[in-house]
């Protein structure tokens, strides 16, 4: 049974809401109530993480728990930096991220582990407004672009930028939330974004041009949970698998209303939504992070060390050898969460 909340994590928790803005706190404790004696599972939900919009629409990950004495509170993650900083904050026991960012946040000391993948999407590109004369990475030389640091799209830019030739010091990197680096393109204060579903999507609808697509740029989507959170309470953290996969296998059956959950919780026309679940999201992936999630993130890893996002190569080597722990992916059971 999840241990009872120490003063200091509900401290820390209410700080971490604060100062992660809108995009954390919005919708934090929605569907919670703290319990009497104060068990509460936290976990992040996040537009591009669809398993998890799946899971808080549907209500079962609350049911499963309940069953054991605890609420769930539900706290969105406007990226991958995001669930980081509140998983490094204890405000969350379980957060969806990129597996870069994953690696990243280890890398850094952060106790977490990779429980499961969700998902292996194609959901960052370079992105420049319909009206650009830029029409490949080589053009973005001496360019302003946007990007949010620690997250794919960063990683996926300067991937893209080594794969031209170029570096970050080729560019005016602008460091601006995902939803800001639209906002950033369309008024014309930079002249590129490297961005993320369903936001690109989004842009891309309403004109904007995908300049570069390139899916091994792309890492997987990562569930990660604490150290302290799979020690203490390991019941939980299989549940909160077996209720991913529970979401993996209705998303599947169910593609049109994943869509129009994610339509209705990003505000997104539904053929956009569509085109993110049914093109981009690529949900129908094992749940067990296993030789090909290391291997996309082994590519990764010396651009952690050259971007100075970490600053040693030994880091990011331990991180990859201990990031991994898939004993409850081994063991994922939808059949153990009820509901239609």
Same mark, same amino acid.
């Given at each position: 049974?999840?241990?009872?909340?120490?003063?200091? +994590?509900?401290?820390?928790?209410?700080?971490?809401?604060?100062?992660?803005?809108?995009?954390? =706190?919005?919708?934090? /404790?929605?569907?919670?109530?703290?319990?009497?004696?104060?068990?509460?599972?936290? #976990?992040?939900?996040?537009?591009?993480? *669809?398993?998890?919009?799946?899971?808080?629409?549907?209500?079962?990950?609350? %049911?499963? %728990? $309940?069953? @054991?004495?605890?609420? &769930?509170?539900?706290?969105?993650?406007?990226?991958?930096?995001?669930? !980081?900083?509140?998983? +490094?904050?204890?405000?969350?026991? &379980?957060?969806?991220?990129? /597996?870069?960012?994953?690696?990243? !946040?280890?890398?850094? /000391?952060?106790?977490?582990?990779?429980?499961?993948?969700?998902?292996?999407?194609?959901?960052?590109?370079?992105?420049?407004?319909?009206?650009?004369?830029?029409?490949?990475?080589?053009?973005?030389?001496?360019?302003?672009?946007?990007?949010?640091?620690?997250?794919?799209?960063?990683?996926?830019?300067?991937? %893209?930028?080594?794969? %031209?030739?170029?570096?970050?010091?080729? #560019? $005016?990197? @602008?460091?601006? @939330?995902?939803?800001? /680096?639209?906002?950033?393109?369309?008024?014309?204060?930079?002249?590129?974004?490297?961005?993320?579903? *369903?936001?690109?999507?989004?842009?891309?609808?309403?004109?904007?041009?995908?300049?570069?697509? !390139?899916?091994?740029?792309? =890492?997987?989507?990562?569930?990660?949970? +604490?150290?302290?959170? #799979?020690?203490?309470?390991?019941?939980?953290?299989?549940?909160?698998?077996?209720?991913?996969?529970?979401?993996?296998?209705?998303?599947?059956?169910? *593609?049109?209303?994943?869509?129009?959950?994610?339509?209705?919780?990003?505000?997104?026309?539904?053929?956009?939504?569509?085109?993110?679940?049914?093109?981009?999201?690529?949900?129908?992936?094992?749940?067990? *992070?296993?030789?090909?999630?290391?291997?996309?993130?082994? $590519?990764?890893?010396?651009?952690?060390?050259?971007?100075?996002?970490?600053?040693?190569?030994?880091?990011?080597?331990?991180?990859?050898? =201990?990031?991994?722990?898939? @004993?409850?992916?081994?063991?994922?059971?939808? =059949?153990?969460?009820?509901?239609?």
């Amino acid at each position: 049974m999840l241990l009872n909340r120490l003063t200091r +994590r509900t401290a820390l928790s209410a700080a971490a809401l604060i100062v992660g803005a809108v995009a954390l =706190t919005g919708c934090a /404790g929605e569907n919670a109530t703290a319990s009497s004696d104060g068990q509460t599972l936290s #976990i992040d939900f996040a537009t591009y993480n *669809p398993l998890s919009l799946v899971l808080k629409e549907k209500g079962w990950l609350e %049911a499963a %728990a $309940k069953e @054991q004495g605890v609420n &769930v509170e539900w706290i969105q993650s406007a990226g991958s930096n995001k669930a !980081n900083e509140a998983l +490094r904050a204890d405000a969350i026991d &379980v957060g969806s991220t990129a /597996g870069s960012a994953a690696l990243l !946040n280890r890398s850094n /000391g952060a106790p977490i582990k990779t429980i499961a993948l969700y998902s292996q999407p194609e959901w960052a590109a370079l992105v420049v407004d319909k009206d650009s004369k830029i029409e490949s990475v080589e053009d973005l030389a001496g360019k302003t672009v946007a990007a949010t640091k620690g997250t794919d799209p960063y990683f996926f830019l300067l991937q %893209a930028l080594e794969s %031209a030739g170029l570096s970050e010091a080729d #560019i $005016k990197l @602008q460091n601006l @939330q995902h939803a800001d /680096g639209r906002t950033a393109l369309a008024n014309g204060s930079v002249d590129a974004w490297s961005g993320l579903d *369903p936001i690109m999507a989004a842009a891309e609808k309403d004109g904007a041009q995908l300049v570069y697509r !390139n899916l091994d740029f792309n =890492t997987y989507g990562a569930l990660n949970a +604490r150290e302290d959170f #799979i020690e203490q309470s390991p019941e939980l953290a299989q549940l909160v698998v077996d209720a991913y996969e529970k979401a993996r296998g209705w998303a599947a059956d169910n *593609p049109e209303e994943t869509a129009e959950i994610l339509a209705d919780v990003a505000g997104l026309e539904p053929g956009v939504a569509a085109t993110v679940i049914e093109e981009r999201s690529n949900l129908d992936v094992p749940a067990v *992070p296993d030789a090909k999630f290391t291997g996309v993130l082994s $590519k990764i890893a010396p651009t952690l060390v050259a971007s100075r996002d970490v600053s040693e190569q030994e880091s990011v080597d331990e991180a990859l050898e =201990t990031l991994i722990d898939d @004993q409850f992916a081994v063991k994922a059971d939808a =059949t153990k969460i009820s509901g239609e």
